[in-house]
């Protein structure tokens, strides 16, 4: 069975940093994609970054330069750790992986900026 838990979310001034950790079971994180995402009261869940199974990285544009997606295949965890934090990043921020055809995702962890 497949799960995925984030940790490390929390209460931050503005222009703090954060390391988010998405720790996962039940599957082989080298042979596959992970992205991190994050949800802010009434938005949609938006996606901000992925880690290719070579262990490349992609970002949308609002957050390249501020968040740095990583992994530990020893670990089999993902990493996101965000920089200069602003007010506008509060959400929850989940990871997800898709694999044979099915998204699976984490619970989530609550990251609020205070200005």
């Known amino acids: 069975q497949v799960q995925l838990v984030e940790s490390g979310g929390g209460l931050v001034q503005a222009g703090g940093s954060l390391s988010l950790t998405c720790a996962a079971s039940?599957?082989?994180?080298?042979?596959?994609?992970l992205g991190w995402y994050r949800q802010a009261p009434g938005n949609q869940r938006e996606w901000l970054a992925s880690?290719?199974?070579?262990?490349?990285?992609t970002y949308i544009s609002r957050v390249k330069g501020r968040f740095t997606i990583s992994r530990d295949t020893a670990k089999n965890t993902i990493y996101l750790l965000l920089n200069g934090l602003k007010p506008d990043d509060t959400a929850d921020y989940y990871c997800?992986?898709?694999?044979?055809?099915?998204?699976?995702w984490g619970q989530g962890t609550q990251v609020t900026v205070n200005s």
């Open positions: 997800r992986i898709y694999a044979d055809r099915i998204a699976y």
């Open positions: 039940g599957i082989n994180i080298s042979d596959y994609a």
């Open positions: 880690i290719d199974s070579s262990g490349r990285p």
